[in-house]
């Protein structure tokens, strides 16, 4: 049988990584990642064990209500009440955001250093209803890294454009590809690692579209 290595793949098998790279994955281009250890070093190795994980936000509740809040990307709160309702026997946070108003919700808890959920997933579910029988969903919504720095970074979500009245789950993977998916080509993985390195903020959208909407998350 003829394989044919990737450039940081090694062995006749092709099971492992070079030397100076680690966490060998179907999905990385060169089977395995170059280190980069925040521009100190370039020395590494696989791991026997692999830290993954899902990241949840919450549930939300009304005792959590005064850590849940509304903010831009700038981290600017947004005055805007902030209510339960429950739709479909599930209590979720609900705010009325105008279209003009890129507004998010800022989850809580997910601060600080998140380097060890670099590739994980970060799942909620959203909602949104509107009066306006001309109202549409926007295109290309994003969840958005407030990182080392306030670096603002994007991340593609699975479900880019969240359909008026309808409750749905959504993904985000926090990876280089998800930035690249969400219009960032030039952004590197080491920028990426530095930004997790010190996270301020993940920001969910609550945005969905023009008109002014009842937006709802958990």
């Known amino acids: 049988m003829l394989l044919f290595l990737q450039k940081n793949i090694q062995s006749q098998q092709c099971t492992s990584c070079t030397l100076n790279s680690f966490s060998k994955s179907v999905n990385h281009v060169d089977g395995c990642l170059s280190c980069v250890c925040m521009g ?13 994980g899902t990241i949840s936000p919450p549930l939300f ?10 903010v831009t990307t700038s981290l600017t709160p947004i005055p805007i009440a902030i209510t339960p309702q429950v ?8 705010a009325l955001v105008q279209g003009s108003q ?83 080509p030039s952004f590197t993985r080491g920028q990426l690692l530095v930004a997790l390195s ?11 579209s023009t008109p002014t909407h009842a937006s709802r998350y958990y």
Request: with cysteine.
């Open 198 to 208: 010190q996270v301020q903020a993940v920001l969910i959208p609550a945005t969905f």
């Open 40 to 52: 100190v070093t370039n020395i590494c190795s696989s791991a026997f064990t692999v830290i993954a």
């Open 61 to 70: 509740n009304a005792s959590q209500a005064p850590l849940i809040s509304l």
């Open 102 to 184: 890129g507004a998010y919700w800022q989850a809580p808890l997910l601060t600080g250093d998140l380097l060890n959920y670099y590739e994980a997933q970060i799942n909620f579910v959203a909602h949104w209803v509107s009066s306006d029988p001309g109202a549409v969903a926007l295109s290309s919504i994003r969840l958005m890294l407030i990182g080392r720095n306030r670096v603002q970074v994007p991340f593609a979500m699975s479900v880019p454009n969240v359909q008026k009245n309808t409750m749905t789950s959504i993904t985000v993977v926090l990876s280089l590809e998800s930035v690249i998916a969400a219009g960032q």
């Open 87 to 94: 739709i479909d026997s599930t209590q979720m946070a609900e």
